[in-house]
T-cell receptor, first 118, second 111 residues
Framework: NAGVTQTPKFQVLKTGQSMTLQCAQDMNHEYMSWYRQDPGMGLRLIHYSVGAGITDQGEVPNGYNVSRSTTEDFPLRLLSAAPSQTSVYFC?????????????????FGEGSRLTVL | LAKTTQPISMDSYEGQEVNITCSHNNIATNDYITWYQQFPSQGPRFIIQGYKTKVTNEVASLFIPADRKSSTLSLPRVSLSDTAVYYCLVAADNYGQNFVFGPGTRLSVLP
C-alpha cells in the first residue's frame, strides 16, 4: 500500500495564481484532512472531510477550497495565492470508528507539499 | 478543547531514557491522549495512545496518572535518530478542530 500520497512535493507560485494540491489515500479511510505548517510551529487544520460529499472548515480555511467526490481523493485548491500561504501542506487520513465509538483513529500523513508564493 | 502544555525543547544523550511530560488539566472524560513524532521534512507519525494507567508498545511507553491531568511519554535508550518534534494531543477523536497540534517538544539527541 502507498498510504497517503501528495503531489506535487514542491511548487512555486506567483501572487494571484491558483493551483490544486492533490492528496490520495489507498486505505479506504473515511476521514481526510489538510493541515498547513509554518516554520517552527505546529500544524493548523485547514479543511477536513468525514466522507465523500462531506467537507467542513478547520481553523484556517480562508483562501482554500476543498471537495470530496471519492473516498480516495481530497484535493486542496488555492483560489488566488498570496505570500501568506507560503507553507508546508500535509494531507492526513484515518478510519472513522463505528457507532460504538472508541479511541481516536491513528492519523496517517503524507510527506508534505512545500509551497512558495512569490 | 483540552489545552496541552509541554516543554518547548529538550536535550538528551544517546542511550539515555527520555521522559516528556504533557499537562492537560481540563481533559474531558471521553478524551484520549495521543503522541505523534515528526522528523524534519516529514509528516507526523503516530507513536502511542492511551486513556489511563500505562501503555507500552515497541517504541515508547505512556504513563497516565489516575487524575489524567498529565501524561508522560517515555522513550527508552534514545538514539540520534530519535531527534524530532513530539506532539501531545488530547481529544475524544481525531476529527476536525478537536484534534489540535501545538508547537510540540523539540527533542535533540546528542552523541
Amino acid at each position: 500500500n502507498a498510504g497517503v500520497t501528495q503531489t506535487p512535493k514542491f511548487q512555486v507560485l506567483k501572487t494571484g495564481q491558483s493551483m490544486t494540491l492533490q492528496c490520495a489515500q489507498d486505505m479506504n479511510h473515511e476521514y481526510m484532512s489538510w493541515y498547513r505548517q509554518d516554520p517552527g510551529m505546529g500544524l493548523r487544520l485547514i479543511h477536513y472531510s468525514v466522507g465523500a460529499g462531506i467537507t467542513d472548515q478547520g481553523e484556517v480555511p480562508n483562501g482554500y477550497n476543498v471537495s470530496r467526490s471519492t473516498t480516495e481523493d481530497f484535493p486542496l485548491r488555492l483560489l488566488s495565492a498570496a505570500p501568506s500561504q507560503t507553507s508546508v501542506y500535509f494531507c492526513a487520513s484515518s478510519y472513522v470508528p463505528g457507532l460504538a465509538g472508541g479511541p481516536a483513529g491513528e492519523l496517517f500523513f503524507g510527506e508534505g507539499s512545500r509551497l512558495t508564493v512569490l | 478543547l483540552a489545552k496541552t502544555t509541554q516543554p518547548i525543547s529538550m536535550d538528551s544523550y544517546e542511550g539515555q531514557e527520555v521522559n516528556i511530560t504533557c499537562s492537560h488539566n481540563n481533559i474531558a472524560t471521553n478524551d484520549y491522549i495521543t503522541w505523534y513524532q515528526q522528523f524534519p521534512s516529514q509528516g507526523p507519525r503516530f507513536i502511542i495512545q492511551g486513556y489511563k494507567t500505562k501503555v507500552t508498545n515497541e517504541v515508547a511507553s505512556l504513563f497516565i496518572p489516575a487524575d489524567r491531568k498529565s501524561s508522560t511519554l517515555s522513550l527508552p535508550r534514545v538514539s540520534l535518530s530519535d531527534t524530532a518534534v513530539y506532539y501531545c494531543l488530547v481529544a475524544a477523536d481525531n476529527y476536525g478542530q478537536n484534534f489540535v497540534f501545538g508547537p510540540g517538544t523539540r527533542l535533540s539527541v546528542l552523541p
